[in-house]
């Protein structure tokens, strides 16, 4: 989710816990600070995009981050308003970076939840990176909490009766997916589209390969980006076993390898099948292997385009 909308929610969060909407009210202020506070290992693209991309959504997301952060603001509103409640205040931004976490579950990049326990992504599927339904009931419970009306709490279940609709549109996609791949094949993911509140992205696997498309649920209608072949075992666990081939797969649940032989060398390509935007896939790293001893000569991260070259050693 965007910044925007991460403040928005923390802000409704503080609302509907009975907060009053109010620029020094310390409850409310320490809640949108923790709603935003996980995305502040922004930090690491001062070191550049392999290193941001490697930690982002991972030790700040997780359930010790949150509670770092939370206590973090709780000290320091603390002094700024001495006759606030030092618990209240953690809690608050607590809450708010709960609400931050939560809601990078629902897309389709997922959270380290357990870091450092655990580097492994978990996702839900439900929301786009940007939801306009959640800013608009995010703004509404915030304005009807201003006017002390009992409005804020119907816009908080109508964003429940939202999610759960989220779910039955994936779980519609998915059988008319299913029902279009009827014979041999396997669904392994349905998820939001980049863009579109009802276009969802899949991907299926049949007859050897990886197709990836979208459905488009009020047309009922399959557009196909790409056929993508699958490679030999061999091959992939040569390709997998290397430094970016390892990092690759911790970035992304959903990868694809592509390769040829050029020059007595394994040149192989690593597909992020996530985010096809404007007709070509967003991410990607090449690894290049002597073909005879199984020796990695160079390894790249190449993140948002090709044209992005980051060595990997």
Do not use: C
């Amino acid at each position: 989710m965007d910044p925007v909308t991460h403040g928005l929610v923390g802000a409704a969060v503080a609302v509907l816990s009975g907060a009053e909407v109010s620029f020094t009210n310390p409850f409310l202020i320490a809640t949108t600070l923790g709603a935003v506070s996980p995305d502040l290992d922004i930090v690491y693209q001062s070191r550049g995009h392999y290193t941001y991309l490697k930690n982002h959504r991972g030790l700040s997301h997780s359930i010790p981050g949150l509670a770092f952060f939370a206590s973090l603001i709780g000290i320091t509103l603390s002094f700024v308003f001495p006759q606030a409640n030092l618990w209240g205040l953690i809690l608050g931004a607590f809450l708010g970076a709960l609400s931050h976490t939560l809601l990078d579950l629902m897309n389709s990049y997922g959270v380290m939840l357990f870091y450092p326990f655990s580097r492994k992504k978990y996702t839900f599927n439900l929301l786009m990176i940007t939801d306009p339904f959640l800013i608009g009931t995010s703004l509404a419970i915030i304005y009807f909490g201003a006017i002390n009306s009992m409005g804020q709490y119907y816009f908080a279940g109508v964003f429940s009766l939202y999610l759960l609709g989220r779910l039955l549109m994936r779980r519609r996609a998915q059988a008319l997916i299913k029902k279009y791949y009827y014979q041999y094949s396997e669904v392994i993911v349905v998820m939001p589209a980049f863009i579109g509140l009802f276009q969802w992205d899949f991907i299926v696997r049949k007859n050897n390969k990886n197709i990836v498309g979208q459905i488009n649920l009020i047309t009922n209608k399959i557009k196909i980006h790409k056929r993508l072949r699958l490679i030999s075992e061999e091959i992939k666990e040569t390709l997998e076993d290397t430094k970016i081939g390892e990092f690759f797969k911790e970035f992304t649940p959903f990868w694809h390898i592509d390769y040829r032989i050029v020059d007595d060398k394994i040149v192989g390509v690593f597909t992020d099948m996530r985010y096809f935007v404007k007709n070509k896939f967003l991410h990607h790293a090449t690894v290049i292997v002597d073909k005879e001893s199984r020796q990695v000569e160079q390894g790249l991260f190449q993140p948002y385009n090709q044209k992005n070259k980051i060595e990997i050693t």
